[in-house]
């Protein structure tokens, strides 16, 4: 069994309408990354959290350490947020990823 | 503009060819990681350095090697390619901070023939 399991493991919505992309981990861990991979190979970090919940734009992130699962909310998707999503878990000095969950926004 | 360089970019090399990745970070972080990406995969750590002069292997680290030349940059070679070893490597350094997060580089698009 994977350290970190994401669902789904793709999904297609239509513009506008609110995402949540699960992420679910079976080890201690000092803080969760979302992150974000683009068509073309660009990741970027868009959150990192180690306790409650944080947003940025339209982007929320929640964690509940003690069920050790974690949520990241869409608001109002959009076709350019189509991409592909990966909860990573940082656990010491290592990172451990999951397998990501692919996004299509239908415009 | 800060962040993490990662060259070249793509590359392909013949089995039993040697190459090296360079990275360089400009945001101060102390940790810095090499990763493979493959098809259905996600990503494998394989090799980190915690702090300038330490390195440490990861999940995948046979047939590599690293250096941590300073702060700034971090090498991955590979001394005789094979093509298993195709795959986009990714350079990424961390802050343990709350407010730094990861970042990664551009990737390297590696084909061994």
């Known amino acids: 069994k994977n350290e970190v399991e994401q669902s789904p493991q793709n999904l297609t919505a239509q513009e506008g309408e609110f995402i949540t992309i699960n992420c679910s981990y079976s080890?201690?861990?000092?803080?969760l990354h979302w992150l974000q991979q683009h068509p073309g190979g660009g990741i970027v970090s868009l959150f990192m959290?180690?306790?409650g919940k944080k947003k940025h734009g339209r982007l929320i992130a929640t964690i509940n350490i003690q069920e050790k699962h974690s949520s990241l909310h869409i608001t109002a998707s959009h076709p350019r947020d189509s991409a592909v999503y990966i909860c990573?878990?940082?656990?010491?000095?290592?990172?451990?990823f999951g397998k990501g969950t692919r996004l299509h926004i239908l415009p | 503009n800060a962040g993490v360089t990662q060259t070249p970019k793509f590359q392909v090399l013949k089995t039993g060819q040697s190459m090296t990745l360079q990275c360089a970070q400009d945001?101060?972080?102390?940790?810095m990681y090499w990763y493979r990406q493959d098809p259905g995969m996600g990503l494998r750590l394989i090799y980190y350095?915690?702090?300038?002069?330490?390195?440490d292997k990861g999940e995948v680290p046979n047939g590599y090697n690293v250096s941590r030349l300073n702060k700034r940059e971090f090498s991955l070679r590979l001394e005789s390619a094979a093509p298993s070893q195709t795959s986009v490597y990714f350079c990424?350094?961390?802050?343990?901070?709350?407010?730094?997060?990861?970042?990664f580089g551009s990737g390297t698009r590696l084909t061994v023939v």
């Open positions: 080890v201690g861990i000092s803080a």
């Open positions: 959290l180690s306790s």
């Open positions: 990424a350094s961390s802050d343990r901070t709350e407010n730094y997060g990861y970042t």
């Open positions: 350095s915690a702090s300038e002069g330490t390195t």
């Open positions: 990573a878990v940082r656990r010491d000095d290592k990172i451990i």
């Open positions: 945001m101060n972080h102390n940790s």
